[in-house]
Structure formats: C-alpha cells, structure tokens
C-alpha cells in the first residue's frame, strides 16, 4: 500500500509541474497581432511607419507617418487587425 500511495503522489506531482509548464508556453492571440506589427514597423524602410513613432529630429510623426499617407507602405500590418472568424 505505502508503494501505490508513494507512486500516486510521485504521477500527481509531475502532472502538476507539467501542467504548469503548458499554460507557460501557451501563445495568445494578443501577443501574436504584437509580433507581427513589431515586425512590420522593424521592415520599414523610412523612418516614419506608424503615427506614434519619432521622427530623426524627435518630433512625433503623426501624419507623415506611412500609415497615415495616402499609398502608404505597401507591407504595413500596422493597419487595424481581426481575427478571421
């Protein structure tokens, strides 16, 4: 009997630090429309791409960014994102 309860406790603990290791490495879906827009701003060539950004000179952007002129730059994922559903 001492064995089965040592080996149960011994299952129960490894599923526990296992579990806890999946909810770790899990991805969500907020954090992958962040990868991909940080990636597509780090892909700008200029130094403008989003509104918020600085210019070389310190001062904001805004409607020179490329998200903001009309043609823009044509990989911008800075543009509102929706999952498909």
């Not at 409607?63 to 994102?81: D, I, N, V």
């Amino acid at each position: 009997m001492k064995k089965t309860g040592t080996g149960f406790v011994a299952i129960l603990a490894l599923l526990c630090a296992f579990s806890a290791n999946a909810r770790e490495t899990q991805v969500t879906d907020a954090s992958i429309v962040k990868a991909i827009i940080q990636e597509s701003i780090d892909s700008y060539p200029g130094n403008c791409p989003c509104p918020y950004n600085s210019a070389r000179n310190g001062s904001q952007c805004g409607k020179r960014s490329a998200y903001s002129r009309k043609g823009g730059y044509a990989r911008s994922a800075t543009r509102k994102m929706s999952p498909k559903k």
